[in-house]
């Protein structure tokens, strides 16, 4: 039994049904373009929010009943809150969770007594893996919260916390491996400053490029398989964040010369934060070959921090959605809730509720973008519009064999007259739109 208890297992139930503890659209087995939903999906419940949150914010304390938190974590409490939390992952039913190392252990102040705390957990979420079925999307270490990361970890100004920093990936690493985690990610914390003028800029990109070399090297060591990613965000709680979107990080990879090793875990209220689509980003990882994971939630138009709401619009998902079906989909990715329940959800029914809603979202999204694929006509419609480069004049530009003169002598000596052609932006939203329907 567990604060969590109250509900019974959550069941596809079809659109009809009256029950709110149900699934209305997400059918972990119905196909979808020769995938089943679940394979296409692979949603993940997070730790961090769901069951490590009491709700404070920085005007007010907890609001949320978590008898297993306190200012320190005993072995009995990180326990209940590992009991409570597989309790609710098995009765929501999706595969996958995702955790910090400190979300989850007792608390430690020495790093020797870290590894050990964090090594009675491992035992422990290892029996609740195997008894439940869940299994481990990504695991990540938290190296934003504790004082001693107010610099930052990889980009810190003191080398004893770089060195900490160090300790605690190796372990959660380890541990995430271990657990047959399909990747690790590396949320860039505080990597970023606050001032330009106590900053040495180039010294911290290259202590993080140098981290990261490190964190890859020792995945090859110990013949880790998962992916490491990168999650980009603008700000907060720096005010520049050195991992402020995928282009950047596509370039501090390239720049370290690791664009073949790490990915990245796009969130959709950081690509918003970033002034960005959320399908942009998605289009920009599939384009640069560093595609890896999501983390699902959205942001208020309204003001301009993370909210971290569950997601519950799914036609401003489809987008996203037709670039991940046309880029194969998730490999090692999948779908995290990085989403927090609101301060007055205080009853435990809220965090299905909120799940619940979360997920049909998503699969409605995924029913809407497969029509649109389907159809082709929005494929079409793009490929129409690049017309002109399948043709003479487009091949011999996109192949190279004309430079700059000699294009610039054709362009003359052919009088080219080129119009303004339609570029079909009405059809192409509408061609969306009419397909969210589920
Ligand atoms: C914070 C991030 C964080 C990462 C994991 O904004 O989204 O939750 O996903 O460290
Ligand atoms: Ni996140
Ligand atoms: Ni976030």
């Not at 020495?110 to 481990?136: P, R």
């Not at 990610?185 to 911290?204: A, C, F, M, P």
């Not at 003359?412 to 052609?421: C, I, L, S, Y």
Request: hydrophobic share 40%; with cysteine; charged share 25%.
């Amino acid at each position: 039994m567990s604060l969590f208890s109250d509900i019974a297992p959550v069941r596809f139930e079809g659109p009809d049904t009256a029950n709110e503890y149900a699934f209305r659209v997400y059918d972990k087995d119905r196909q979808v373009l020769g995938k089943r939903m679940e394979d296409w999906l692979r949603c993940a419940v997070c730790y961090w929010h769901s069951f490590n949150w009491p709700g404070q914010d920085i005007f007010g304390a907890g609001t949320l009943p978590r008898p297993w938190l306190g200012p320190s974590i005993t072995q009995a409490m990180a326990d209940a809150k590992l009991d409570a939390a597989f309790d609710f992952l098995s009765r929501l039913g999706l595969p996958y969770f995702t955790f910090h190392d400190v979300d989850a252990m007792a608390t430690a102040t020495t790093l020797k007594e870290h590894e050990h705390n964090l090594k009675i957990i491992e035992a422990h979420i290892q029996e609740k893996m195997a008894a439940t079925g869940v299994k481990l999307l990504w695991g990540t270490a938290n190296l934003f919260s504790h004082p001693r990361y107010a610099a930052g970890a990889a980009t810190s100004t003191d080398p004893e916390v770089y060195g900490w920093a160090a300790a605690q990936v190796r372990g959660c690493l380890e541990v995430t491996h271990r657990l047959g985690g399909d990747n690790y990610v590396l949320w860039g914390g505080r990597e970023g400053y606050d001032s330009l003028l106590n900053t040495d800029l180039k010294r911290e990109l290259d202590h993080y490029g140098r981290f990261l070399s490190m964190v890859v090297e020792h995945k090859h060591r110990i013949g880790f398989k998962g992916s490491i990613l990168i999650e980009p965000k603008p700000f907060e709680p720096t005010k520049h964040q050195y991992d402020r979107d995928v282009a950047a990080v596509y370039a501090f990879l390239q720049r370290y010369g690791l664009a073949k090793e790490v990915k990245v875990n796009i969130e959709v209220n950081h690509a918003t934060l970033a002034g960005l689509d959320f399908e942009h980003e998605v289009a920009a990882a599939l384009t640069y070959g560093i595609f890896g994971s999501i983390d699902i939630n959205r942001g208020d138009p309204r003001n301009g921090w993370d909210t971290d709401q569950f997601p519950n619009n799914a036609q401003e998902l489809v987008p996203a959605f037709v670039a991940l079906i046309e880029g194969g989909g998730f490999s090692t990715g999948g779908f995290n809730f990085d989403a927090k329940l609101r301060r007055q959800s205080v009853d435990p029914a809220d965090l299905y509720l909120a799940h619940i809603s979360g997920i049909d979202t998503l699969a409605r999204a995924l029913l809407a973008a497969s029509d649109v694929v389907t159809e082709r006509k929005l494929a079409e419609l793009k490929k129409a519009r690049y017309g002109g480069w399948d043709g003479e004049l487009g091949q011999r530009i996109e192949s190279g064999s004309l430079n700059l003169a000699t294009l610039a002598d054709l362009a003359t000596a052919e009088n080219f007259q080129p119009t303004v052609r339609s570029g079909r932006q009405e059809l192409a939203e509408s061609l969306i739109a009419r397909h969210c329907k589920y």
